[in-house]
């Protein structure tokens, strides 16, 4: 499944704010969570730092849903 491209504003952005920004997250708290149970990867290895920095092109997986960072 491709992933869905979400658009960012910013040279780069935390894993735990793009989740909640691209709706793989319903908030902080959930985010976090998600993160530090290792249910989330990052390109796809699992990542367990939710201050991850982020950059275009990276892909983000959680389950069966995935987002890109676009600029």
Known sequence: MKPRPVAI???FIRLD??????????GGGEAKMLIQSGE???N???ETRR???LYEG???A???QSAQVSR
């Open 17 to 26: 704010q793009f989740m909640k920004f691209a709706d793989l997250a319903g």
């Open 51 to 53: 201050g991850k920095k």
């Open 58 to 60: 990276d892909v983000v």
């Open 40 to 42: 989330v990867r990052v």
């Open 9 to 11: 504003s910013t040279d």
């Open 44 to 46: 796809g290895e699992v």
């Open 62 to 64: 959680l389950g069966g």
